[in-house]
């Protein structure tokens, strides 16, 4: 099958990449997945810094296969800091903004490094993307953004996106990339979000915890009463945690894009339908 793409700016046709011959469209469950249109995968710090570098090659392999299906990909990256202070000579996370703002404008570089030669063996190019909560609530750069954004999956080049820690201020010490992850995926009308993490997936209680249940899927609309979320882990080189991770699921959900939580190491198994992770229902898209 043979797509055609229009460019943005002239709305001349042009032909694009073969995909595969799927029927892309709708997420309502995990098997669903495969036959995703768009979909946005989220990964956090603690899954491609420092020892956990190593991971980045099997979710590029993951992604790929993605990509092979037909369906349009999009990464949202943490780790630009915690890659980045290293290279400056220091042992762990800065705490003063400054040094934030350096080891994320260092680590940013090696980061997409990293991913683009994982991606050559794949024949893919990743495009970087850096955005603040700010670039998304002003109108201009949010179509900006998504107009390019659109253009690159058009192109078949995988995006890569993560918050552009070196301007931002706030961000760096609140923000967490699941919210970004949960806004870019209701800008571009994903059709499923994948949050990626060190656990395989949401639980009642911390999963150390006696007594902690698996929580496999999770209505529209449930508000999980009675479930207790623990802090931040992973040697504290993320922001994110369970409950942030809620919130974005909750986020995309209600603009009609299904969420799946699971740990990074199940990204491939997750990405071919398979019964992993935590499943947030999405509400009817109008």
């Not at 995909?19 to 098997?31: D, E, F, N, Q, S």
Request: net charge negative; no cysteine.
């Amino acid at each position: 099958m043979t797509d055609t793409t229009v460019d943005a700016d002239t709305g001349s046709g042009q032909e694009a990449r073969p995909g595969p011959a799927v029927v892309l469209g709708p997420v309502a469950v995990r098997a669903d997945i495969p036959r995703a249109r768009r979909i946005v995968v989220k990964v956090g710090s603690s899954s491609v810094s420092g020892a956990a570098a190593g991971q980045i090659a099997p979710l590029v392999d993951a992604l790929a296969a993605a990509h092979r299906r037909g369906t349009e990909v999009l990464l949202v990256s943490s780790g630009a800091i915690a890659t980045g202070f290293p290279f400056l000579g220091l042992e762990g996370r800065p705490e003063d903004l400054a040094t934030q703002q350096a080891a994320a404008a260092t680590g940013q570089a090696v980061l997409m490094v990293r991913y683009q030669q994982e991606l050559d063996r794949h024949g893919l190019v990743a495009a970087q993307i850096l955005l603040t909560a700010g670039d998304l609530q002003n109108p201009t750069h949010r179509v900006n953004a998504q107009r390019a954004m659109d253009r690159l999956l058009a192109l078949r080049v995988l995006p890569i996106v993560n918050e552009n820690d070196t301007v931002a201020t706030h961000e760096i010490r609140f923000g967490d990339n699941d919210r970004l992850a949960a806004l870019v995926a209701r800008q571009v009308g994903a059709d499923a979000l994948v949050l990626l993490s060190d656990v395989e997936a949401l639980y009642t209680k911390p999963p150390e915890q006696p007594g902690a249940e698996r929580i496999e899927e999770v209505p529209f609309g449930d508000d999980l009463a009675g479930v207790t979320f623990g802090s931040v882990g992973a040697a504290g080189v993320g922001t994110g945690g369970a409950g942030t991770k809620v919130a974005a699921a909750r986020l995309a959900a209600e603009a009609g894009t299904s969420v799946l939580v699971t740990a990074t190491a199940l990204v491939a198994r997750a990405l071919e339908g398979e019964h992993v992770g935590t499943w947030f229902a999405a509400a009817p898209r109008r």
